[in-house]
């Protein structure tokens, strides 16, 4: 079955600089790619996603890359900010389903 | 526009009994999905409900039951419980399927003694 794979599990990054994480997944069905982020007592939310037939998407500080080939994709954060601290997981579907990555925290240090 | 809801936020139990919980989709959202996220991990998908049929079942077994109503709110249900049970369950809703933008709800943390 589908399997998600994320890196780092933990990431620290100076406040203004940027921050990458990746994902790697094994199903090369999978067409659709979200990003979410939780905070503390909070449930995920959606920060950005993409789709197979695209290479690259960017909503302001945020991007994403996929490489369908490699079966990998990132997730960019620019010009990083306290309330960016949080842990953000990548997910990939499989079928019917959501396959969710083990998480990053991310740590922005003033 | 009403988010998701979840109750209880909170639920304590001991070994063996069931639990039911609760989710009130978003308006205008026809499919839920019940995820269960262990301390430290990411979620993993339970099932999934549109239009008030079973559209999609992770790896749980089969004491892990759920229900859809008209209005599209969802049960989920967990009989004999077991200690690793213990955990935040998350429900997520949508227009349409999982690939469909998943708005969730703040979860229910179940305990299990």
């Known amino acids: 079955g589908e399997n998600v794979e994320q890196h780092p599990s933990t990431l620290s990054v100076q406040e203004g600089d940027s921050a990458v994480i990746k994902c790697t997944y094994s199903d090369s069905a999978s067409n659709y790619f979200p990003w979410y982020k939780q905070e503390l007592g909070k449930g995920p939310q959606l920060i950005i996603d993409i789709r197979s037939n695209v290479g690259e998407k960017k909503d302001q500080r945020i991007a994403v890359t996929l490489n369908k080939t490699a079966k990998h994709f990132s997730l960019h954060i620019t010009e990083t900010q306290p309330e960016d601290s949080a842990v953000y997981f990548c997910?990939?579907?499989?079928?019917?389903?959501?396959?969710f990555g083990k998480g990053t925290r991310l740590h922005i240090l003033p | 526009e009403t988010g998701v809801t979840q109750s209880p936020t909170h639920l304590i139990k001991t070994r063996g009994q069931q639990v039911t919980l609760r989710c009130s989709s978003q308006s205008g959202h026809n499919t839920v999905s019940w995820y269960q996220q262990a301390l430290g991990q990411g979620p993993q998908f339970i099932f999934q409900y549109y239009r008030e049929e079973e559209n999609g079942r992770g790896n749980f077994p089969p004491r892990f039951s759920g229900l859809q109503f008209p209005n599209y709110s969802s049960e989920l249900n967990v009989n004999a419980l077991e200690l690793d049970d213990s955990a935040l369950y998350l429900c997520?809703?949508?227009?349409?399927?999982?690939?469909?933008?998943?708005?969730f709800g703040p979860g229910t943390r179940l305990t299990v003694l």
């Open positions: 997910a990939a579907n499989r079928d019917d389903k959501i396959i």
């Open positions: 997520a809703s949508s227009s349409m399927g999982v690939t469909d933008t998943q708005y």
